[in-house]
């Protein structure tokens, strides 16, 4: 995990540490003061290549198709444009939003071109497309983290929730890209397995451990999983209330366990943008209803220095439970180990 560290503080160029503590600096103030000060650009950006998804997981947007946007792929043009004009600034880019980043065919050429500007790139796939071929030109592409969705250790369990999944399919484009490092010498990507816990396969945490071992994965993490309809219960929170974004009130409804503080460094330092040039303030905001800008009718920092979006900053400080995405917020419910 060290030599994971390592590698992105070495995406840290002067420009960039100066950005950040911009930034920093600008979150303090704004949160003393009520009133939002941000002069300074993202360090951190998720961009979206596609909605599409070959699974149907049924706390997904991508999963249940039920998005009101349209499905689409990412332009490439659009992203270098972006991407140009945020590198000095910009220390970490996930290519992942909503849908399965290798269905996009020019996926793997964004993420190059995003690592020959030494910018620190991650993605979250279902590995169901991480044939041998496609596994050497992931780690060619110099992709510095791979985050491959397990959710489950026997295929009973797996496909209880990634509908439509094959989990061979996992353990073998997983044992693909562990040996296309090796035989490329590479020490990237950083691949870590993660466990979405719910109910029918939290019995399966210790199993999931030991196969993360035993395949050789770089690290293993247990997320916590949103809920969309969680007032009433659901078959999908699990027992171990470790694992739950939800705790049971005296009422027997359920409400989610975290407090939510009137300030959200994420709104400071990172954004999200969709396949079709869409800028949202945060990766809850699935359907994209909060629409800052389109970065395809605009620069990307008229989108971020824009009054829709000094006001929506503005609210959040004020009252951050009123916004309808923040109220299934996971910060600080993620479970790592």
Same mark, same amino acid.
């Given at each position: 995990?060290?030599?994971?560290?390592?590698?992105?503080?070495?995406?840290?160029?002067?420009? =960039?540490?100066?950005? #950040?503590?911009?930034?920093?600096?600008? !979150?303090?103030? &704004?949160?003393?003061?009520?009133?939002?000060?941000?002069?300074?650009?993202?360090? #951190?950006?998720?961009?979206?290549?596609?909605?599409?998804?070959? +699974?149907?997981?049924? $706390?997904?947007? &991508?999963?249940?198709?039920?998005?009101?946007?349209?499905?689409?792929?990412?332009?490439?043009?659009?992203?270098?444009?972006?991407?140009?004009?945020?590198?000095?600034?910009?220390?970490?880019?996930?290519?992942? /939003?909503?849908?399965?980043?290798?269905?996009?065919?020019?996926?793997? *050429?964004?993420?190059?071109?995003?690592?020959?500007?030494?910018?620190?790139?991650?993605?979250?796939?279902?590995?169901?497309?991480?044939?041998?071929?496609?596994?050497? %030109?992931?780690?060619?592409?110099?992709?510095?983290?791979?985050?491959?969705?397990?959710?489950?250790?026997?295929?009973? @369990?797996?496909?209880?929730?990634?509908?439509?999944?094959?989990?061979?399919?996992?353990?073998?484009?997983?044992?693909?890209?562990? %040996?296309?490092?090796?035989?490329?010498?590479?020490?990237?990507?950083?691949?870590?397995?993660?466990?979405?816990?719910?109910?029918?396969?939290?019995?399966?945490?210790?199993? %999931?451990?030991?196969?993360?071992?035993?395949?050789?994965?770089?690290?293993? =993490? /247990?997320?916590? #999983?949103?809920? !969309?309809?969680?007032?009433?219960? &659901?078959?999908?929170?699990? %027992?171990?209330?470790? !694992?739950?974004? !939800?705790?049971?009130? #005296?009422?027997? *409804? /359920?409400?989610?366990?975290?407090? +939510?503080?009137?300030?959200?460094?994420?709104?400071?330092?990172? @954004?999200?943008?969709?396949?079709?040039?869409?800028?949202?303030?945060?990766?809850?905001?699935?359907?994209? $209803?909060?629409?800052?800008?389109?970065? &395809?009718?605009?620069?990307?920092?008229?989108?971020?220095?824009?009054?829709?979006?000094?006001?929506?900053?503005?609210? +959040?400080?004020?009252?951050? *439970?009123?916004?309808?995405?923040?109220?299934?917020?996971?910060?600080?419910?993620?479970?790592?180990?």
């Amino acid at each position: 995990m060290w030599r994971d560290y390592i590698n992105f503080l070495s995406k840290l160029t002067f420009k =960039r540490a100066i950005n #950040a503590l911009g930034l920093v600096l600008g !979150y303090v103030i &704004s949160k003393i003061t009520k009133t939002p000060v941000n002069g300074f650009l993202p360090v #951190a950006l998720a961009i979206e290549p596609t909605t599409s998804c070959n +699974l149907r997981c049924p $706390e997904c947007p &991508s999963g249940l198709r039920s998005f009101t946007r349209p499905t689409g792929m990412l332009d490439v043009v659009m992203f270098e444009k972006t991407i140009s004009e945020l590198k000095d600034a910009l220390l970490y880019l996930t290519f992942y /939003f909503q849908g399965e980043p290798f269905l996009h065919k020019d996926f793997l *050429k964004m993420v190059k071109s995003a690592t020959q500007k030494k910018i620190y790139t991650s993605t979250s796939t279902n590995a169901h497309y991480l044939t041998p071929e496609n596994a050497e %030109a992931t780690v060619q592409s110099g992709i510095d983290r791979v985050i491959i969705s397990l959710d489950g250790t026997t295929q009973e @369990t797996y496909e209880q929730y990634r509908i439509g999944g094959n989990l061979e399919k996992v353990i073998e484009g997983t044992k693909n890209l562990i %040996a296309a490092k090796k035989a490329l010498k590479s020490s990237t990507p950083h691949v870590i397995f993660q466990f979405l816990v719910v109910k029918p396969n939290e019995h399966q945490i210790q199993d %999931a451990k030991a196969l993360s071992k035993s395949l050789g994965v770089d690290e293993i =993490r /247990f997320k916590t #999983a949103q809920i !969309y309809d969680y007032e009433d219960g &659901s078959a999908l929170i699990p %027992a171990n209330e470790k !694992y739950a974004r !939800y705790k049971k009130t #005296a009422s027997g *409804k /359920f409400e989610i366990k975290n407090k +939510l503080l009137n300030h959200c460094w994420k709104m400071w330092h990172s @954004t999200v943008i969709t396949w079709d040039g869409l800028v949202v303030p945060c990766c809850f905001d699935k359907d994209a $209803e909060y629409r800052m800008g389109n970065v &395809s009718k605009q620069s990307f920092r008229e989108v971020w220095s824009s009054e829709k979006y000094l006001s929506f900053r503005k609210q +959040l400080i004020g009252s951050r *439970k009123n916004i309808e995405m923040c109220k299934n917020c996971t910060e600080g419910t993620k479970i790592w180990g």
